[in-house]
């Protein structure tokens, strides 16, 4: 009987690694070239962003350097009509009121975000909250002076630098409890449970440990909220008012910046005008350094609780 010859074993092999490797080399390339796109579409929005802001930042160096001098720091503003002068008495207000507003806002912010949190998981009232800030971070700042206005100014019956600290602490609690939340959300678990677990009562754990691992997303929130509110001038012109004169007094109106800007840009002196230029400059500058501070301690862990 005829034998069937035998099929080379041999045969197919090295076919099927040359097509797995075409195959891979395929996909290494596609990969590749998605990474590369992904990388160039991450740094054209990086240029998107920042172009903007080196413009801005050039064009208030072109425009308000030349007007920088000692005087327009050391002086308040002149007379009208007259050259020189200075705004000081608004950069010493917009410190007062921007430091009032952080002390009234920032703590009720992270204690609203900390309930959200830590305690209204599924609660109406933690509901209402919530809708409360979305709400509040849509509404215009000219309503919040109206409402601040109504609430505080006619009862006092005059214009106060307290006031204005309120309208902008207002203003600051919406994002630095919507941040403060979501910060603490992403807080592990377990981090809390092993804290339980040592017997460490519960409201430590919050400070000692949920706050402090997500402290650099809460500064970041209130970092924001302060850069929102410090150039605001719509609210401040319903409730600080603005001075012309030396004021630091709570119950009397201060001059900040956002109104002196606001002044000298609707009046009708070329000298004005270009003082308004400095002035701009002067108060991104000012907002670009203590974000800058904040954030250089954040890193260095002074704000959570480092040593």
């Not at 917009?94 to 305690?119: C, R, T, W």
Request: hydrophobic fraction near 50%; charge should be positive.
């Amino acid at each position: 009987m005829a034998t069937q010859p035998l099929s080379n074993p041999n045969s197919g092999i090295g076919q099927i690694p040359r097509e797995e490797n075409t195959r891979t080399r395929i996909n290494r390339l596609f990969r590749m070239g998605v990474d590369h796109a992904v990388t160039g579409l991450a740094i054209l929005a990086t240029v998107v962003v920042l172009v903007p802001l080196a413009a801005i930042l050039a064009y208030l160096l072109y425009k308000g350097a030349s007007s920088l001098n000692l005087d327009f720091f050391t002086k308040i503003p002149a007379p009208v009509g007259e050259n020189g002068g200075g705004v000081a008495n608004a950069i010493v207000g917009s410190g007062v009121v921007l430091g009032l507003a952080s002390l009234l806002g920032i703590p009720i912010g992270i204690a609203a975000g900390v309930y959200l949190a830590e305690f209204g998981s599924g609660k109406l009232f933690a509901n209402l909250i919530r809708f409360t800030a979305d709400v509040l971070n849509g509404v215009p700042s000219i309503v919040m002076g109206i409402s601040i206005y109504s609430l505080i100014v006619m009862q006092q019956k005059h214009f106060s630098a307290f006031a204005g600290g309120v309208v902008l602490a207002v203003m600051m609690v919406p994002t630095i409890t919507r941040t403060t939340e979501e910060m603490l959300i992403t807080v592990p678990h377990a981090i809390r449970e092993a804290a339980y677990g040592l017997g460490v009562p519960r409201w430590r754990t919050i400070i000692s440990i949920s706050l402090r691992t997500a402290s650099p997303g809460i500064i970041t929130g209130c970092m924001l909220a302060f850069a929102r509110v410090a150039g605001e001038t719509a609210p401040l012109l319903f409730t600080a008012f603005g001075n012309q004169f030396w004021s630091s007094h709570l119950n009397e109106p201060i001059a900040a910046l956002p109104i002196q800007i606001y002044v000298y840009a609707i009046s009708p002196y070329d000298e004005w005008h270009r003082l308004a230029w400095a002035g701009a400059l002067v108060l991104i500058v000012m907002i670009m350094i203590a974000v800058t501070l904040v954030r250089i301690f954040a890193n260095r862990g002074a704000l959570k609780g480092g040593h």
